[in-house]
């Protein structure tokens, strides 16, 4: 099928499952959005282009759309696509650590063969990729670990390859767990019966072997072997520790959200900005939490307290070019969602996104329609996960993660959905600051008002 028909029937499918779920007062600044033939082909070269690289491997799920027009059924049919590893990733960085088990541990390699044996040699089980979450059940010795996986399979993996997780409340009780460990850094240790290297040699300990030893004097250490005491030399002895991946689970930040169409809060936002510097704090948009979030699957990052996530919605062709100017003006970015029923030739053009994009600001999704998604089917809510982020994507080329539910509704179905559709946090209208992991799909914010003064802004992002 050619691709501007195939657009064309995209456009039509969203405007046929829609039906009744738009606002009695339809908005006259694009009611002249009509689609000519060059038209069709330009938006379906954006949409088909496939530019943007997300690196996974995706399916794609087709969805019967029916509308009932009294006389008839019209059906068409809309391809969805899905990447079930981000979602699997996604979902695993919304999990804490005392969610995920005891002994988990996560791969900080690129990848991470699982083998039969302790041995380089010996058969492959499956290989994992970086970050990906398995559970120790043994450490045989510090070159090695016996590994169970999240289907059942075990194996053996390199020990330097993974990290434990561990939140940082916990991380010192962690560590007393190994005090007083150590590993034989060489290829193998002779055991001594006194503490000599001319005493009689009474066993020997291979290499990376672990022990706990008695004691430990100068150039020599105290150990027992098969019911006798002995020696070893210490200078082949290294304390062993686990790497530890410290996780963030608890997050206190300020997300500040202003409406787009409440004009006089976008007005003052230069002076909200000005005020905010003042008191030293740093305007971000909702990626810097992304980029802290996957940091911190590799090492220990965390979200300054001083920084405030700065998002906008409700952002239209009618207040596009005033919500720009005020960011511009206070020299800040912002993560603008949008919905994508408001982007097209008459609406917000695909120039004045890419200048958005230019102007340091992150661009997001708030589905089509922007209607409250708990009053819709599983079939139209997936059209506003899916079709929206793919419009956006492919017009920005860049990851849209993020999505702004209207009017804040969300409930555990929702949530669902916006997992399999590979969003790795949910905005709502609830008013807080503080929030875990298993919140990202149920971030709140603070809900910026016409009547705040620069003064407010500052109290509200303590």
Not at 46 to 56: E, N, V
Not at 140 to 169: C, M, Q, S
Not at 258 to 285: E, F, M, P, R
Request: charged content about 25%; aromatic content about 8%; hydrophobic content about 40%.
């Amino acid at each position: 099928m050619p691709r501007s028909i195939s657009f064309f029937l995209l456009v039509v499918s969203f405007g046929i499952l829609f039906a009744g779920c738009t606002p009695s007062e339809p908005d006259k600044s694009l009611e002249d959005f009509t689609f000519t033939e060059s038209d069709l082909e330009r938006v379906a070269e954006i949409a088909g282009s496939g530019a943007i690289d997300l690196t996974q491997p995706s399916s794609t799920e087709v969805l019967s759309v029916a509308q009932n027009t009294g006389s008839s059924v019209l059906t068409e049919t809309v391809a969805v696509t899905k990447n079930p590893e981000k979602q699997a990733f996604y979902d695993s960085l919304r999990m804490a650590v005392q969610d995920q088990g005891e002994n988990l541990y996560k791969v900080n390699n690129p990848f991470l063969n699982v083998r039969v044996s302790m041995d380089v040699s010996s058969e492959l089980v499956r290989r994992l990729g970086q970050g990906e979450v398995l559970t120790v059940t043994e450490i045989p010795n510090a070159g090695w670990a016996k590994v169970k996986l999240g289907d059942g399979k075990e194996g053996y993996v390199a020990f330097r390859y993974i990290a434990k997780l561990v939140t940082e409340a916990k991380l010192p009780d962690e560590k007393k767990k190994f005090e007083g460990q150590y590993f034989v850094d060489f290829q193998f240790l002779n055991i001594r019966k006194d503490p000599s290297s001319q005493a009689e040699k009474i066993g020997e300990l291979p290499g990376e072997a672990i022990l706990k030893p008695i004691s430990m004097s100068g150039e020599w250490a105290r150990v027992a072997h098969d019911g006798k005491e002995g020696y070893v030399s210490s200078q082949y002895l290294k304390p062993f520790l686990p790497a530890f991946l410290v996780r963030q689970d608890d997050y206190a930040v300020s997300i500040l959200q202003y409406q787009a169409d409440d004009s006089a809060s976008i007005a003052a936002l230069g002076k909200h900005i000005a005020a905010l510097k003042n008191a030293g704090k740093k305007v971000v948009t909702l990626k810097a939490l992304y980029d802290t979030v996957l940091a911190q699957e590799t090492r220990d990052a965390r979200i300054s307290p001083d920084m405030v996530i700065l998002t906008v919605v409700g952002v239209s062709a009618k207040n596009v070019r005033a919500v720009s100017d005020a960011l511009d003006g206070a020299g800040v970015g912002a993560t603008i969602f949008l919905r994508t029923k408001d982007i097209g030739l008459s609406g917000i053009t695909e120039k004045m996104i890419l200048n958005l994009l230019a102007n340091g600001n992150d661009l997001q999704s708030s589905g089509h329609t922007g209607d409250d998604l708990r009053s819709m089917t599983d079939a139209q809510v997936m059209l506003e996960f899916g079709q929206s982020k793919k419009l956006i994507e492919d017009i920005s080329k860049r990851e849209v993660s993020s999505f702004a539910y209207p009017s804040g509704g969300v409930n555990d179905r929702i949530m669902k959905l916006a997992s399999e559709y590979g969003y790795l946090f949910g905005l709502t209208q609830t008013p807080d600051r503080k929030f875990t992991r298993a919140q990202f799909l149920r971030l709140p914010s603070l809900y910026v008002t016409s009547g705040m003064t620069a003064d407010d802004i500052v109290k509200l992002a303590q």
